[in-house]
């Protein structure tokens, strides 16, 4: 009788043993998944293929593009959130082609469709020694603005490479969280500017 008493506690024992690795274990998606690399606005973060560094971040109501000759303005059920940022390659030509915005509640809202021949959107296409500057458009509720990260990467579908995660952290906010800031409507036509153009 004491003898099948253990034989049932080592059995159990094991069986809690098993369901703790399995429970803990890392997923086969975190295994193969992207290596982040983190920073702030306004840093150099340097990915494996490619540097970015966000130079400015704008909120708007709506979007005016220019699309087949034909002026048209874009609207959304919450904010337009365009990012500009300087971009780099590092030892070889390579191409920014996936951004996403992260919010803190860790909702994720992709670079927006909607937007077919506006300037500077990704894909972007980098060389060595040469900077360039992109800028990435999502649609995202006013909610996800404090606390959000942007994640940028050289594709879309990639694994086992660098991933630059940039905290969004020197907007200018209202007490609730909202952005301080809210352009009625923002040209998509004009060229990619940073902050130094501007101050130049």
Same mark, same amino acid.
């Given at each position: 009788?004491?003898?099948?008493?253990?034989?049932?506690?080592?059995?159990?024992?094991?069986?809690?043993?098993?369901?703790?690795?399995?429970?803990?274990?890392? #997923? &086969?998606?975190?295994?193969?998944?992207?290596?982040?690399?983190? *920073?702030?606005?306004?840093?150099? =973060? !340097?990915?494996? $293929?490619?540097?970015v560094t966000i130079e400015k971040v704008e909120f708007a109501n709506e979007l005016a593009i220019k699309e087949f000759?034909?002026?048209?303005?874009?609207?959304?059920?919450?904010?337009?959130?365009?990012?500009?940022?300087?971009l780099g390659a590092s030892t070889t030509s390579t191409t920014v082609g996936s951004a996403t915005w992260q919010g803190?509640?860790?909702? #994720? &809202?992709?670079?927006?469709?909607?937007?077919?021949?506006?300037? *500077?959107?990704?894909?972007?296409? =980098? !060389?060595?020694? $040469?900077?360039?500057?992109?800028?990435?458009?999502?649609?995202?509720?006013?909610?996800?603005?404090?606390?959000?990260?942007?994640?940028?990467?050289?594709?879309?579908?990639?694994?086992?490479?660098?991933?630059?995660?940039?905290?969004?952290?020197?907007?200018?906010?209202?007490?609730?969280?909202?952005?301080?800031?809210?352009i009625p409507v923002y040209d998509m036509n004009r060229p990619v500017q940073g902050r130094s153009d501007e101050r130049?």
């Open positions: 009788m004491m003898r099948r008493i253990a034989n049932l506690g080592i059995i159990g024992l094991a069986a809690l043993v098993c369901y703790g690795m399995q429970i803990s274990k890392p #997923r &086969y998606a975190d295994l193969i998944g992207p290596i982040p690399v983190h *920073g702030s606005m306004g840093e150099n =973060v !340097e990915a494996r $293929l490619f540097d000759g034909e002026e048209k303005t874009l609207t959304t059920s919450g904010l337009w959130a365009i990012i500009t940022t300087g803190p509640t860790g909702l #994720r &809202y992709n670079h927006t469709k909607r937007l077919s021949n506006a300037t *500077g959107l990704p894909p972007l296409a =980098v !060389e060595p020694g $040469l900077p360039a500057r992109g800028r990435f458009v999502f649609e995202i509720p006013p909610s996800q603005v404090n606390g959000a990260t942007l994640l940028v990467s050289n594709r879309s579908y990639f694994a086992l490479d660098s991933e630059a995660r940039v905290a969004l952290d020197q907007l200018d906010l209202k007490p609730d969280g909202t952005p301080e800031t809210v130049g």
